[in-house]
């Protein structure tokens, strides 16, 4: 696979390397999540020795060692079956192979001052190993820790885990850390910190992007839109659909694949299509590296979960390459859009609202370039990779002191 397309800048040196903990990173995923692509930044900058556990082999394993990071695969069995919903029976099931997945790990952590724990499932093996290793535990926490995104059983168990074995809590949004919180977790170890980009990626000289998309999909000057989340029934991409058919002349471009698990979504998507008459209208290019481009050459990105988001980078991405957002009004979306200033905010699931918003920009490109610009020049100074890692250098300082 190429990922010459993802951001892959030169390299960010961070502090003193002889102060940054030797730290093993552990994700469950090898697929290229939101969580994955904040760890490949994390990891592929960080200034002291550290590696990246993974529980299976895929894409992320891949771009983690074309940027050089030493990645390794361990097989965890069965305690890769539990999930977001599963029962505390599934829970107990899996508790021997969850076991064995921790001593492997902990064999590994013995060589690292810190397990750093990217995943849910990941913090759960990696907080068993790190207190059979005797080393602190970070956890990254990337979700929402409420009813709409994690059954009770998960709820509890990680509550338990972090308020236990967790030194740090690194919570992605504010949003997710007052979930964290509501949910029973322990306050006082929690640092919010934001995702972190590679700006300059975005600031490339795009300008060549539009032209170049719309000659691909043959849809001359009409309207375009896009979505570009993996196909997941909470991330609403269906809502985008209902809302086209009150838009006649739109084109939706539609990046993303359904990542884990939601095929029956994708596949859902795709009759709803039939069904509304979208066909001519609705483009699915499925997952895609060259992001950036791809945002630069649509109208306006639509962001339309219907469930609260905890961060959401492709609302960030979309800032940084100064195209206008719309996006739903719940989780970590309140907190990187000002409604109306450097971005537009609709009600989750509100389909004739956000069709209003779409009519809103279309209406007034002044207007849309404004907030679009604004967003741009908030988003550098907000998000940029070298203050992020620098945070996250000094949690893992604290964790490991
Ligand atoms: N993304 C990608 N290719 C795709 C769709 C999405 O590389 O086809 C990236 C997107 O650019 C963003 C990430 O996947 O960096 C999604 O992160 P987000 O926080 O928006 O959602 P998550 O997947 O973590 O729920």
Redesign the pocket.
């Known amino acids: 696979m190429n990922s010459s397309t993802?951001p892959n800048p030169q390299p960010i040196v961070i502090g003193d390397a002889h102060r940054v903990p030797r730290v093993l990173f552990v994700d469950q995923s090898a697929d290229?999540?939101?969580?994955e692509?904040c760890l490949l930044d994390i990891a592929s900058a960080w200034p002291n020795q550290c590696q990246v556990v993974l529980f299976d082999h895929g894409p992320f394993e891949t771009v983690l060692s074309e940027r050089s990071v030493d990645v390794s695969v361990i097989s965890v069995g069965r305690a890769s079956r539990t999930g977001r919903d599963s029962k505390l029976g599934g829970y107990l099931q899996a508790g021997p192979a969850t076991m064995r997945a921790a001593f492997k790990l902990a064999n590994i952590a013995r060589n690292f001052d810190l397990v750093y724990a990217n995943s849910q499932k990941a913090f759960i093996v990696g907080a068993l190993a790190a207190r059979i290793a005797r080393k602190p535990c970070v956890w990254h926490l990337?979700d929402i820790l409420t009813a709409s995104h994690f059954g009770w059983a998960a709820r509890r168990i990680d509550i338990y885990f972090a308020n236990s074995h967790a030194r740090q809590v690194v919570a992605s949004s504010e949003a997710s850390a007052a979930a964290f919180r509501e949910a029973g977790g322990d306050g006082s170890k929690i640092d919010v910190v934001y995702?972190g980009f590679h700006t300059q990626h975005f600031q490339r000289d795009l300008s060549h992007a539009s032209a170049e998309l719309r000659r691909e999909l043959k849809c001359g000057a009409a309207p375009l839109i896009g979505s570009?989340?993996?196909l997941?029934r909470w991330?609403g991409q269906h809502v985008i659909l209902d809302a086209l058919v009150h838009l006649p002349e739109t084109h939706l471009l539609v990046?993303?694949?359904p990542?884990f698990g939601e095929e029956d979504y994708a596949k859902e998507l795709l009759s709803r299509v039939q069904e509304l008459g979208l066909s001519d209208r609705v483009h699915f290019w499925?997952?895609?590296?060259d992001?950036a481009t791809l945002m630069a050459g649509v109208d306006i990105v639509i962001h339309s979960s219907i469930s609260p988001?905890?961060?959401?980078?492709?609302?960030v991405?979309a800032m940084l390459v100064g195209r206008p957002v719309i996006a739903s009004d719940a989780g970590g979306m309140r907190e990187l859009i000002t409604h109306n200033e450097n971005g537009l905010l609709t009600e989750p699931g509100d389909v004739a609202g956000l069709c209003a918003a779409i009519e809103l920009l279309q209406k007034n490109p002044g207007r849309s370039q404004e907030i679009a610009q604004r967003a741009q020049l908030i988003s550098r100074q907000r998000f940029g990779l070298d203050a992020i890692l620098d945070r996250l250098q000094q949690v893992c300082a604290k964790a490991v002191a």
């Open positions: 993802l290229l999540g939101g969580a692509l990337h995702n570009f989340s993996r997941a991330k990046v993303g694949a990542l499925g997952f895609r590296q992001i988001e905890p961060f959401g980078r492709v609302v991405e």
